[in-house]
């Protein structure tokens, strides 16, 4: 079993919920001893909808898109925003990625589906994934996407075939491994030499990959795409990914002719889990891709391209947070004290797969500091079933709502059905107004499947 190390540098903190600025919802504020998001009293919502709950603030998730694309326009109007959908998916949030004038990256057949039926324009997303099945090509063939972005040379033969048979073209992008690794979780890097991700450069995959794609029939090479990690703070990754881009570019240029209309930088933008990160902005971020941009293409004489970006976690993680019931308050003296919640690795799988660190508060008691030290457990069968180590929280009592922020971010996304928990709804709330776009899940749909 697992054994919970304690954080050495853990202590209560005096300071209160207004101190946890930078990891809170845009509209998150404390009315008496209540914390309201979205102008809606979270501790009744735990009351009236159940726990666990996620709950996402509608005002945060426009602003920030609305945000990164006009600060990309401002400074380079060829620019686009795809939202990466893994972050988090429901057919509300892709009308709303929709209506806010974003792209989507889907990056999956299901992805793809949920987009369909939310109606959102095919021709605004992009199609990802390192082994993207027979069927899913299809799918994303006859469904008329935008752009595939191809991992490798069997699935440029795949499309290419598909397309010719329907007398079609697919536009693509070739997903360049770009060599660079980003400063951030192991598991979260993918743009290094050795990843399952794209054509590596030094190999000469990538140079090999664009001949074969510009023969190839059915298929329109337009640009090429990278994605060098996700949750990443120091933003010169990015600018040095572009430059490793337009020399490759640059090469390709002198090799083939091949001019290069799309680059699509992938996703990766940090963003502040607790309140002592200092994550860049969306300004500050616009300004280095596109600067960036400009500077690398200009130094070798190259068109400037349409960028793409696909920010996942910085759209959502911190527009959301989980609500819980405490249920038990378990002290064992003098080694830790468990709060023990109704939910855990079902619906935030983060702790226990990165070491995910989060801030949470009792939203019930949101105006007082969080005198004590607990770890928060989840309540599925396992040792590490915990959502937060030694963290500072108010004073807990059974009853009480435990909210943990910035969960808006591949919680909802990696949930699961361990122990066959019912994953928890979500719920937007806006103005005052709280608008259910997933249920929670019951015993009924965990037994669909059955035969
Ligand atoms: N584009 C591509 C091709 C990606 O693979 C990803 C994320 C993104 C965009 C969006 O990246 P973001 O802006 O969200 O960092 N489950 C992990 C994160 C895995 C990210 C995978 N790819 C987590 O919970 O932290």
Redesign the pocket.
């Known amino acids: 079993m697992a054994h919970i190390a304690h954080d050495p540098d853990a202590r209560p903190d005096m300071r209160t919920t207004h101190d946890l600025r930078v990891v809170l919802p845009r509209t998150a504020e404390v009315r008496g001893d209540r914390l309201f998001i979205g102008g809606v009293d979270v501790v009744e919502l735990a009351q009236t909808r159940g726990t666990a709950l996620y709950v996402m603030d509608e005002a945060h998730i426009r602003g920030q898109l609305r945000s990164l694309i006009s600060a990309l326009r401002s400074r380079y109007e060829r620019s686009e925003v795809a939202y990466?959908g893994?972050?988090f998916t429901s057919k509300a949030m892709v009308a709303l990625v929709g209506e806010e004038g974003g792209c989507l990256?889907v990056?999956s057949g299901g992805e793809l589906a949920i987009a369909r039926a939310a109606g959102f324009s095919m021709k605004r997303v992009v199609v990802?994934g390192n082994n993207k099945t027979l069927l899913e090509l299809v799918e994303a063939i006859d469904a008329g996407v935008g752009r595939i972005v191809v991992d490798c040379f069997e699935e440029l033969e795949r499309i290419s075939a598909l397309a010719t048979e329907r007398a079609s073209t697919q536009a693509i992008l070739l997903r360049i491994a770009p060599g660079i690794v980003a400063d951030t979780h192991e598991y979260?890097q993918?743009g290094g030499e050795d990843s399952k991700f794209g054509f590596g450069i030094a190999s000469g995959a990538a140079l090999d990959a664009i001949r074969r794609a510009l023969d190839a029939p059915g298929v329109v090479l337009k640009g090429l795409h990278c994605?060098i990690g996700?949750?990443i703070f120091a933003l010169d990754s990015f600018a040095k990914a572009i430059e490793v881009m337009a020399d490759l570019i640059a090469s390709v240029r002198t090799e083939t002719g091949f001019i290069t209309e799309d680059l699509d930088l992938?996703?990766?933008?940090g963003i502040a889990y607790q309140a002592a990160d200092k994550p860049s902005d969306v300004e500050q971020f616009a300004e280095v891709i596109t600067s960036a941009v400009k500077r690398e293409f200009g130094a070798r004489d190259l068109p400037l391209p349409l960028v793409t970006v696909?920010?996942?976690?910085?759209i959502v993680a911190n527009a959301g947070v989980t609500l819980y019931t405490v249920g038990a308050v378990k002290e064992i003296p003098g080694i830790r004290t468990y709060i023990a919640v109704d939910g855990g690795m079902t619906d935030n799988i983060?702790t226990a797969l990165?070491d995910a660190r989060y801030e949470s508060i009792l939203a019930n008691k949101a105006d007082q500091p969080r005198s004590t030290l607990v770890t928060i457990a989840g309540k599925h069968c396992e040792s590490g079933d915990v959502i937060l180590i030694d963290t500072p929280l108010q004073p807990a009592e059974p009853g009480d709502t435990l909210c943990v922020f910035t969960t808006g971010?591949?919680n909802q996304s990696?949930a699961s059905n361990y122990n066959r928990q019912v994953r928890p709804g979500v719920v937007f709330v806006k103005d005052g107004i709280v608008r259910e776009v997933l249920r929670r899940e019951t015993y009924d749909d965990l037994m669909r499947c059955e035969v």
Do not use: C, V, W
């Open positions: 990466a893994k972050a990256d990056s990802h979260l993918t994605h996700s949750q992938g996703g990766g933008l696909e920010p996942g976690r910085s983060r990165y971010a591949y990696m």
